[in-house]
């Protein structure tokens, strides 16, 4: 989780939203890839951390199936970044902090709880979850000029 919230850092730095992703192999420990948010300076609305990230992984791997893998993530998923961690087939969700107005996984959509959703990792939440939420709050508060 200190890799994605470096992630996390450098997106902030670069002026986008601070969200950073990592995913990791677990049974080596190997960070397979990592990504931060990029929508403003990609132009690209679906460039989140998460879709970045598993978009770098399913390169590397040469596989779109990310199965057995986990997914670190400073917030938590909204619903179109659920909707590809379940098609990537992704084993394992650890994310920081919540998102009550835009999450995906135990807010809002609630994407994994779906009847329709045909893969469903295992999730874990509140890991850093007090250092995301600072890094957030800090970029927001630093954007309204407060």
């Given at each position: 989780?200190?890799?994605?919230?470096?992630?996390?850092?450098?997106?902030?730095?670069?002026?986008?939203?601070?969200?950073?992703?990592?995913?990791?192999?677990?049974?080596?420990?190997?960070?397979?890839?990592?990504?931060?948010?990029?929508?403003?300076?990609?132009?690209?609305?679906?460039?989140?951390?998460?879709?970045?990230?598993?978009?770098l992984?399913?390169?590397?791997?040469?596989?779109?199936?990310?199965?057995?893998?986990?997914?670190?993530?400073?917030?938590?998923?909204?619903?179109?970044?659920?909707?590809?961690?379940?098609?990537?087939?992704?084993?394992?969700?650890?994310?920081?902090?919540?998102?009550?107005?835009?999450?995906?996984?135990?807010?809002?959509?609630?994407?994994?709880?779906?009847?329709?959703?045909?893969?469903?990792?295992?999730?874990?939440?509140?890991?850093?979850?007090?250092e995301?939420?600072?890094?957030?709050?800090?970029?927001?508060?630093?954007?309204?000029?407060?």
């Open positions: 989780m200190r890799i994605a919230l470096a992630e996390a850092q450098a997106a902030a730095d670069a002026g986008e939203t601070p969200v950073g992703a990592v995913i990791v192999d677990p049974t080596t420990g190997e960070v397979v890839a990592k990504a931060g948010n990029a929508p403003i300076g990609t132009h690209d609305p679906t460039a989140h951390a998460e879709i970045r990230a598993i978009r992984a399913a390169e590397r791997l040469g596989n779109y199936r990310l199965t057995g893998l986990s997914l670190f993530v400073t917030l938590e998923p909204c619903a179109m970044c659920a909707g590809a961690i379940t098609h990537a087939r992704i084993g394992r969700l650890v994310f920081g902090a919540d998102d009550p107005k835009g999450g995906g996984v135990v807010h809002g959509a609630r994407v994994f709880d779906q009847p329709t959703c045909h893969w469903k990792p295992v999730v874990a939440s509140g890991v850093l979850a007090d995301s939420a600072d890094l957030l709050r800090g970029f927001f508060r630093a954007r309204r000029g407060r």
